[in-house]
C-alpha cells in the first residue's frame, strides 16, 4: 500500500512539475509573440504556406506525459497534405489571448516548428495548454476515436473562413441515409445524416470473429431486424411492430477513417480489447464490397469509391495502461513511417501488417483507425437534406 502511495505521488509531482513547464513555456512564447514586430510576424507565418509536408526528414512529438494519443493523431492530421492546404490558409487570431486558445492556429504553429527546424522532436505543450482550455486534460490516456472527433470539431468551430470550413467537411465527413421499414405494412421513413468516422464492429451479430475488413463493412451496412423489445412505433399501424434498419452509403469523403471496434462491453460494464487477427488492405474499392442495395449513390460518386492506405493509429497494451503510435505513408514520398512520439523511423508494409492483431496476444499492437486516401479525387460534394 505504501509502495502505491508512493507511486501516485511521484505521479502528481510529476504531472505538477510538467503543467507548470507548460505554463512557463506557453507564457514565454506568448512574451515572444507580442515583442515581434507585426511585419516580422506575418513574414514568419506565411513563409510555412509553401514548404513542402517532408522537405527535410519527419520529426517527431516529444511526450509530454502521457500525450502518446495526441501526437499519434496529431502526426496523422499534419501529414495529411490535403488538411494542411486548409490549415494554411485560416484567418490568424489578432492578439495574443485568441491566439493561446486558437486550436487551428496552435496547430499551424507546430506544423510550422516541425517542418522548419531542424531538430530530431519538438514539444507539443502550446497545443496541449490550448487544449486544456476546452477541457482536454492532459496527462491522461485518451481514447484515439474520441479525441479524433473532439480535434476535429475544435478546429473546424474555430476556423473564420466559410469556405475552409466547407473544404474540411468535404475532406471528412462521411454521408449515409437510415432506413427504418416496418415489416407488417412496408411504411418506410429515410433519414439522410453524417458522420466523421465509419465505427466498424469486429464481431458479427453473433459475437463471432469478423476475418477481414471487408467482413466489418458487410456487417455494418448488413440489415438488421428489430424485434420483441427493440421493435418501433408504425404510424400506419398504430402500434409497436417489427423493424428492418438498414443504412445506405450516399458519399464518402477524400479522407476516410475507419474506427475498429476492438474495446468491447460486457454486461458486467468490464471492457476488454478484442485482439484477433483482422487484417486490412492496402487498396480499397467500396465497389467490390457493398452491394447495390447497400449503396446510395449515382455512379459518377461510386467511380471515385476507390481508396488507398494513408495512415494507422495502433494500439497496444490494455484498456488502463495502454500506448498509441502512427504508421503514416508519406504522401509525398510513399513511404511508411512509424512516428512513436519522439522517435521516427521508416517502416515497410510488412511492419504495417503487425497490426493486424493476434489472438494470444492481448496486450499486443493493434490497428485502431484507419485512415484511407481517396485516389482519384473528385469535385466537392454537395448534399442532400432530408
Not at 508512493?6 to 507548460?22: I, N, P, Q, V
Not at 449515382?298 to 490494455?318: I, M, N, P, R, T
Not at 495502461?321 to 522517435?343: M, P, V
Not at 493493434?366 to 482519384?376: E, Q, R, V
Amino acid at each position: 500500500m505504501g509502495q502505491r502511495s508512493g507511486r501516485e505521488e511521484g505521479s502528481k509531482k510529476l504531472e505538477l512539475a510538467l503543467s507548470k513547464t507548460m505554463e512557463a513555456e506557453a507564457k514565454e512564447q506568448n512574451n515572444e509573440e507580442e515583442a515581434e514586430e507585426p511585419k516580422a510576424k506575418d513574414q514568419r507565418l506565411t513563409s510555412v504556406f509553401g514548404v513542402a509536408d517532408l522537405k527535410n526528414e519527419p520529426v517527431g512529438l516529444y511526450n509530454i506525459g502521457r500525450s502518446c494519443c495526441l501526437n499519434s493523431l496529431l502526426q496523422v492530421f499534419l501529414m495529411n497534405t490535403h488538411f494542411t492546404g486548409i490549415l494554411r490558409r485560416i484567418t490568424v487570431p489578432l492578439r495574443a489571448a485568441q491566439k493561446r486558445k486558437n486550436v487551428p492556429y496552435q496547430m499551424l504553429l507546430l506544423l510550422e516548428e516541425m517542418q522548419c527546424g531542424k531538430r530530431k522532436a519538438v514539444s507539443p505543450i502550446a497545443f496541449a495548454c490550448c487544449l486544456s482550455v476546452y477541457r482536454v486534460k492532459p496527462f491522461v490516456q485518451h481514447d484515439a476515436a474520441q479525441l479524433f472527433l473532439t480535434l476535429w470539431n475544435l478546429t473546424k468551430k474555430q476556423m473564420k473562413k466559410l469556405e475552409l470550413v466547407e473544404e474540411l467537411s468535404d475532406l471528412y465527413i462521411i454521408c449515409v441515409q437510415e432506413h427504418l421499414a416496418c415489416q407488417k405494412c412496408s411504411f418506410e421513413t429515410k433519414r439522410n445524416s453524417s458522420m466523421l468516422t465509419l465505427p466498424l464492429p469486429v464481431l458479427d451479430s453473433n459475437s463471432c470473429m469478423l476475418k477481414t475488413l471487408e467482413d466489418c463493412l458487410q456487417s455494418f451496412f448488413h440489415p438488421e431486424e428489430l424485434t420483441d423489445h427493440n421493435m418501433c412505433f408504425c404510424e400506419q399501424c398504430g402500434r409497436k411492430t417489427p423493424f428492418l434498419q438498414s443504412m445506405k452509403l450516399v458519399h464518402l469523403p477524400q479522407t476516410l477513417t475507419i474506427h475498429l471496434q476492438r474495446f468491447s462491453f460486457e454486461k458486467s460494464a468490464y471492457i476488454h480489447k478484442l485482439s484477433h487477427h483482422l487484417p486490412f488492405p492496402q487498396n480499397l474499392d467500396f465497389r467490390a464490397v457493398l452491394t447495390e442495395n447497400q449503396c446510395q449513390a449515382d455512379d459518377s460518386e461510386k467511380a471515385a469509391w476507390q481508396y488507398e492506405l494513408f495512415a494507422v493509429v495502433a494500439h497496444s497494451g490494455s484498456i488502463s495502461c495502454g500506448h498509441y503510435c502512427a504508421y503514416i505513408r508519406s504522401l509525398t514520398e510513399c513511404k511508411w513511417y512509424c512516428f512513436n512520439d519522439s522517435e521516427v523511423c521508416q517502416v515497410s508494409w510488412d511492419d504495417v501488417k503487425c497490426t493486424y492483431g493476434h489472438s494470444n496476444l492481448h496486450w499486443g499492437e493493434t490497428a485502431y483507425l484507419l485512415f484511407y486516401m481517396k485516389k482519384h479525387p473528385q469535385l466537392p460534394y454537395v448534399g442532400v437534406s432530408g
